[in-house]
């Protein structure tokens, strides 16, 4: 599966954006899409994740209550809705799959992880 991920941009805090991972060449069905971020000088780190067939989300503590994942079946594409964005929400969001298949998990792990998209930058002032 190919992913493209956008909805980038420039936002104050305290403000929200809408990130998008749309799928190609196949369906999400079976997968788990998780949002991982990047910011300057830090390692990659999990956001949020949702299994596609269920519904099921887990989110990190540090976006838990503010950013929400969501996916629309029709579009066949993942959204992460970041609402009272922090400063150090800044860096560069992707989103990945996992195969899970028939199994429950969810992982946080990013090396559980294949097909990245190729990001989308997220800047939010203070």
């Known amino acids: 599966v190919q992913l493209q991920a956008s909805g980038g941009g420039l936002v104050q805090a305290g403000g929200y954006l809408r990130l998008s991972c749309a799928a190609s060449?196949?369906?999400?069905?079976?997968?788990?899409v998780g949002w991982f971020r990047q910011s300057p000088g830090k390692e990659r780190e999990f956001a949020a994740a949702?299994?596609?067939?269920?519904?099921?989300?887990t989110y990190a503590d540090s976006v838990q209550g503010r950013f929400t994942i969501s996916g629309d079946s029709a579009k066949n594409t993942v959204y992460l809705q970041m609402n009272s964005l922090k400063p150090e929400d800044t860096g560069v969001y992707y989103c990945a799959v996992y195969y899970s298949g028939f199994s429950s998990n969810v992982p946080s792990d990013d090396r559980l992880y294949k097909s990245w998209g190729q990001g989308t930058l997220v800047t939010v002032s203070s």
């Open positions: 949702i299994r596609w067939s269920g519904g099921y989300t």
């Open positions: 060449g196949r369906t999400f069905s079976g997968y788990v």
